[in-house]
C-alpha cells in the first residue's frame, strides 16, 4: 500500500520557537496536501493546505512547503504560542486504490511556557 | 451552524452487542466519511458516501455497515461489536465529492467493547 510517514512523533519548543514537522510520502501523483491539528477530545480540524501546482503556502504564523520530487511537505509554525500544543496530522491524497487521504500517524507537539 | 454533529459521545458495548452512531451535518456538503482513530495509527477509513444515495469502503470496513439515510446524516453500524472496535469514531464531511477538499470533522464517539 501507499507509505505515509510523519516525523516527529513528539515535538516540544519553546514559547516563541518555530516548529517543523515533516511528512514523507510514496505516491507520485499526489496532488493534495493538507495539514490537520486536533485538540484534545476533538476532531481534527484543517489548518492548512496546498496543491501540487505551488511549493509554499502561508497563513499568518504557519507555512506549508512542498518537495515533489523528493515527495516530502512540511508543516512550520513560527512565534509558537501555547495553544499551538495539539497532535498533528499530514493527510496526502493517495491515488493508487481509489483517491483518499491518508493519515500519518500524528505529532505531539508542546509548546513550553 | 453545529458543523458535523456526532451522539453519543461516549458508549460502552459488552462484546456481540450491536449499536448505531450518528452522524449529522448542516453545512449542506455532499460527501460524508467515517473514520477511526486508535493510537499510533492515525486515523483510517472506514466508509464513505461520495453524494447522497451511494456508499463505498475505506481502508477498514469489516465489522461496519453504513446508512446514507439522506443528504445530512450518514450512520455507522455495529451488528457484532468485538473488542478490536474498541476505538474512537469520527465522522466527517466535505463539500465535493473525492478527497481534493478540506474534511470537516466531529468531536467524536468514544466506544469501548469489553
Known amino acids: 500500500g501507499e507509505n505515509v510517514e510523519q516525523h516527529p512523533s513528539t515535538l516540544s519548543v519553546q514559547e516563541g520557537d518555530s516548529a517543523v514537522i515533516k511528512c514523507t510520502y510514496s505516491?507520485?501523483?499526489?496532488?493534495?496536501f493538507p495539514w490537520y491539528k486536533q485538540e484534545l477530545g476533538k476532531g481534527p480540524q484543517l489548518i492548512i493546505d496546498i496543491r501540487s501546482n505551488v511549493g509554499e503556502k502561508k497563513d499568518q504564523r504557519i507555512a506549508v512547503t512542498l518537495n515533489k520530487t523528493a515527495k516530502h511537505f512540511s508543516l512550520h509554525i513560527t512565534e509558537t504560542q501555547p495553544e499551538d500544543s495539539a497532535v498533528y496530522f499530514c493527510?496526502?491524497?493517495?491515488?493508487?486504490?481509489?483517491?483518499?487521504?491518508?493519515f500519518g500517524t500524528g505529532t505531539q507537539l508542546k509548546v513550553e511556557l | 451552524n453545529a458543523g458535523v454533529t456526532q451522539t453519543p459521545k461516549f458508549q460502552v458495548l459488552k462484546t456481540g452487542q450491536s449499536m448505531t452512531l450518528q452522524c449529522a451535518q448542516d453545512m449542506n456538503h455532499n460527501s460524508m466519511y467515517w473514520y477511526r482513530q486508535d493510537p499510533g495509527m492515525g486515523l483510517r477509513l472506514i466508509y464513505y458516501s461520495a453524494s447522497e444515495g451511494t456508499t463505498d469502503k475505506g481502508e477498514v470496513p469489516n465489522g461496519y455497515n453504513v446508512s446514507r439515510l439522506n443528504k445530512r446524516e450518514f450512520s455507522l453500524r455495529l451488528e457484532s461489536a468485538a473488542p478490536s472496535q474498541t476505538s474512537v469514531y469520527f465522522c466527517a464531511s466535505s463539500d465535493r465529492g473525492g478527497y481534493n477538499s478540506p474534511l470537516h470533522f466531529g468531536n467524536g464517539t468514544r466506544l469501548t467493547v469489553t
Open positions: 505516491d507520485s501523483a499526489s496532488n493534495y
Open positions: 493527510a496526502p491524497l493517495i491515488t493508487g486504490g481509489g483517491n483518499k487521504l491518508t
